[in-house]
């Protein structure tokens, strides 16, 4: 592993040597201004800045910003604005200059007589104000676009607005995004570990509630403007989610006055959607409004084999399962935002998910006994879901004459229902014998409350303090049915019957010190969280009460080594509490062979995280970025597969999937992510996520260990008269678990896109896997009894349908007067508790 580390971080090292600057010259004139590389020989001046907007007082990010020399009139440096609108030129000789900044929306402004020299060798012009221009957009012209990845000192940006063809849902998105890895049913790892929070706008959504990976399968990838994944989260955010969260970013408002619009379609023979956006804006009032329909048709096979060992009356069982999975949901979303004065503003918004889903399995089950005879049964299900996920915000903001100053109170209502009604019917010897049904009322609300001060002690010195206050509250009603024989009325069976209530209360505090000495830049921080849950299982009489106190610092050291390279550390400690999922004791026998049961003496799991970064990036296009880092997890919460042991007969050949705090898990890994361009028009972007994985821990101490990667790449082209095209894969390897491995599988798909309409619109078409129908995903698990002897062998492949042509169609349409930007508005981050694998296609 050492080895590894170390040559992949040196071929890194060495092919930053070749990075080559775009050097250019360009005229001062009047609109955006191109920034253009100096010469090679640099002085030692350096002028820094602030660029905010001149109405709302929000920094402005990604403006122009060039100096040119007062007495030529040459362009001399320039720079682009950060997050912050922060800015920063260097390698300056003494002289006068002009300073220029530009950005779309907002007329040019200019300082004169910029001195630097004369023992000024640093120079601070301290904030530009920009004023918005009532111009159309024909009239300007876009500088400095954002590249398709970006590496922030917190976090990695997948601009996926900048693809060519993101994909038809979220989870196509999902499998781009360096660190990221997707499986065949949407389930979402990060470095390894799924123990990641998704949030969507920077807040936790209802629509996630239920199912991460449906919810994924439910959100457009035309809808998606970026995604952000943040490894070393700061004292700002829960300390929930060990390996980091994942933050969606829908596209929204542009801020341009009068009425705007985007309607797109997907047409697919898998996933097909259709949405419109409309934006509405005049003076301080600001109307959004998204409405949409998805529908989504997976089909798959499931082959589950399980071999046991001595002590057990069977030798093995066979289950074969096809399977199809039709899913809908409606969207809906408007929001709205006021400004009250020029200082502090409103923002209000719903986001409304119905989703409807229609479940149909048929599974032939074979046994095997000792004694050479078998038994085989069919059973045929069908099973219907369906509720209402809504969000309810409103968030206030009020910023000071102070720049950076900055107070804002925050409050989010998460409603998610979910209604399950299933039917199986069982067959034996071509007979129905046997019928069930199942019925689930599930019901779960969450209510927070932020508040977030930002006080800049300096120019170079910030506090942020803040306090959050989650109330979490859960039930269910799950009713069991019976018909035994089939012509018999169904009666309730009240063993197989459960009812539960959960309450999950977190409150917490933080604060966090920045500042910035020379090149470096330091953020330390210290976040402290009060837990308190509650549950009661009616079922068993189960009841679950825990209660704690933790303290989670975090620190991160960024240094710029030039204007284009960065080298960054950051640590962080993180929790994990389990979920309802995972508490739950209810044993889930809708497939006899194979039943799940939560465990309701699961304790929280905690991680500390190391990470070294590296990032370069060139004016001519080429970036890379690299990671180092190093996670540890104590008290890992783990999948254990169990063999049945008893005697009652009905159970013979049963698997059962639990839950444990089964000791520690490291991760140890490099992450590389980068693009470069050829032939002009051309770009390569990949990222590659190579790591060693140890978990230690089970009842026999097993220790499991091994080298896992993923990676991915996109080659796109532009073609002229509007036409482009792009072939993208993804693959995992090999990966182990406590009690096995996952098999490699891969992914890949090819795209053409033609613009239309004066570029206002586009038509793409997408082919996946067209060589493979299906793409598997296989397990492999292995339990051991006491004295170290193979009680059970199972293997798990489910292969899923996977072959699509996709037709997109994206068209923007309305008057579109740049005016100021409206102010970003801060969100409601919940960051929550870790999940169990997703098993409903099981």
Do not use: C
Not at 180 to 207: F, M, Y
Not at 464 to 488: C, M, N, Q, T
Not at 684 to 700: A, D, W
């Amino acid at each position: 592993m050492k080895k590894l580390i170390l040559l992949a971080v040196a071929g890194f090292l060495a092919a930053q040597a070749t990075f080559a600057q775009n050097v250019a010259t360009q005229n001062n004139k009047a609109g955006p201004v191109k920034v253009t590389t100096p010469p090679v020989t640099k002085g030692n001046g350096k002028v820094t800045g602030l660029v905010m907007d001149a109405l709302t007082k929000a920094p402005v990010e990604y403006a122009t910003v060039a100096i040119t020399d007062k007495a030529t009139g040459k362009i001399v440096n320039g720079s682009i604005t950060d997050e912050m609108g922060r800015f920063s030129i260097h390698g300056l000789f003494p002289a006068n200059y002009l300073l220029h900044v530009t950005f779309l929306g907002y007329e040019k402004a200019t300082l004169d007589n910029v001195s630097v020299g004369n023992g000024k060798d640093e120079v601070s012009v301290g904030t530009v104000a920009l004023k918005s221009a009532a111009r159309t957009l024909k009239e300007l012209t876009v500088v400095g676009e954002k590249p398709l990845i970006e590496d922030k000192i917190d976090r990695m940006i997948y601009n996926a607005e900048k693809d060519i063809n993101p994909g038809a849902t979220a989870a196509d998105v999902m499998a781009k995004v360096p660190g990221l890895s997707v499986d065949l049913e949407g389930n979402v790892q990060l470095r390894g570990s799924s123990n990641i929070r998704v949030l969507i706008n920077n807040k936790p959504s209802a629509v996630m509630a239920s199912s991460v990976a449906d919810a994924l399968q439910q959100i457009p990838a035309n809808q998606i403007h970026s995604v952000e994944v943040i490894t070393s989260p700061s004292a700002k955010y829960d300390a929930e989610g060990t390996a980091g969260i994942v933050n969606i970013i829908l596209k929204k408002d542009s801020g341009l006055q009068g009425l705007t619009g985007n309607v797109s379609a997907n047409l697919g023979n898998l996933n097909s959607n259709a949405n419109l956006g409309l934006n509405y804006r005049k003076g301080k009032i600001g109307v959004s409004t998204t409405m949409g329909y998805a529908i989504s048709d997976m089909r798959g096979k499931n082959r589950i084999e399980s071999v046991f060992g001595p002590g057990s009356s069977i030798s093995s069982s066979l289950q074969q399962l096809d399977m199809n999975r039709v899913m809908s949901s409606k969207l809906l979303q408007i929001g709205a935002d006021y400004s009250l004065s020029k200082s502090s503003y409103l923002a209000a918004g719903i986001k409304m998910m119905i989703p409807d889903i229609e479940f149909k399995t048929t599974q032939l089950t074979t046994n095997t006994f000792r004694d050479a005879s078998d038994s085989r049964n069919t059973r045929v299900g069908s099973n219907g879901f369906d509720g209402i996920n809504y969000d309810v915000n409103l968030d206030y903001t009020r910023s000071f004459k102070k720049p950076g100053q900055e107070l804002s109170l925050l409050g989010l209502v998460s409603r998610n229902t979910r209604n399950n009604e299933s039917f199986m019917t069982l067959y034996q010897s071509n007979l129905l014998t046997q019928q069930e049904q199942n019925l689930n009322d599930a019901y779960n609300e969450e209510v927070t409350f932020q508040t977030d001060y930002t006080h800049p002690l300096s120019k170079t010195q910030t506090l942020e303090v803040g306090s959050k206050a989650i109330w979490r509250y859960a039930e269910s009603d799950y009713r069991f049915l019976i018909a035994s024989p089939a012509s018999s009325p169904f009666i309730l069976l009240p063993e197989r019957t459960d009812m539960f209530t959960y309450n999950q209360n977190v409150l917490s505090s933080y604060a966090i010190y920045g500042t910035k000495l020379n090149k470096y830049n330091l953020k330390m921080g210290l976040r402290y969280e009060y837990t308190q849950i509650d549950g009661d299982f009616i079922s068993d009489g189960t009841t679950v009460a825990q209660e704690y106190h933790n303290l989670f610092p975090n620190l991160s050291v960024s240094r710029n080594l030039s204007e284009n390279q960065t080298i960054k550390f950051n640590y962080s400690k993180r929790i994990q509490r389990p979920q309802l999922s995972l508490l739950n004791p209810y044993e889930n026998v809708s497939n006899p062979n194979n039943v799940v049961r939560g465990n309701p003496d699961l304790e929280a799991e905690f991680t500390d995280s190391y990470e070294l970064g590296f990032s370069t990036f060139s004016k001519a296009g080429t970036s890379l970025n690299a990671s180092l880092y190093w996670r540890q997890t104590n008290n890992a919460i783990q999948t254990l597969v169990l063999p049945y042991s008893g005697t009652d007969p009905d159970s013979v050949g049963r698997v059962t999937t639990t839950f444990g705090n089964v000791g520690k898990e490291s991760f140890s890994g490099l992450s590389l992510s980068g693009s470069i361009k050829f032939l002009e028009k051309g770009k390569i972007s990949s990222n590659v996520n190579l790591f060693y994985t140890s978990i230690q821990g089970g009842s026999q101490q097993l220790t499991r260990s091994g080298m896992v990667y993923n990676t991915n790449l996109n080659v796109s082209y532009s073609f002229n008269k509007g036409f482009s095209a792009q072939m993208a894969g993804t693959y995992n390897s090999s990966k182990v678990t406590l009690q096995g491995k996952m098999l490699p599988f891969a992914v890949y798909n090819f795209a053409v896109k033609k613009e239309v309409l004066n570029k206002k619109g586009s038509i793409s078409l997408n082919v996946n896997t067209p060589f493979n129908k299906y793409v598997t995903m296989e397990k492999i698990m292995k339990t051991y009894n006491s004295e170290n002897v193979l009680v059970l062998d199972q293997t798990n492949a489910l292969s899923i349908n996977m072959r699509q042509v996709r037709l997109s169609f994206n068209y923007q349409f309305g008057k579109q007067d740049a005016k100021a930007k409206p102010r970003r508005v801060k969100k409601v981050n919940n960051e929550d508790a870790k999940e169990g694998d997703d098993t409903s296609m099981q």
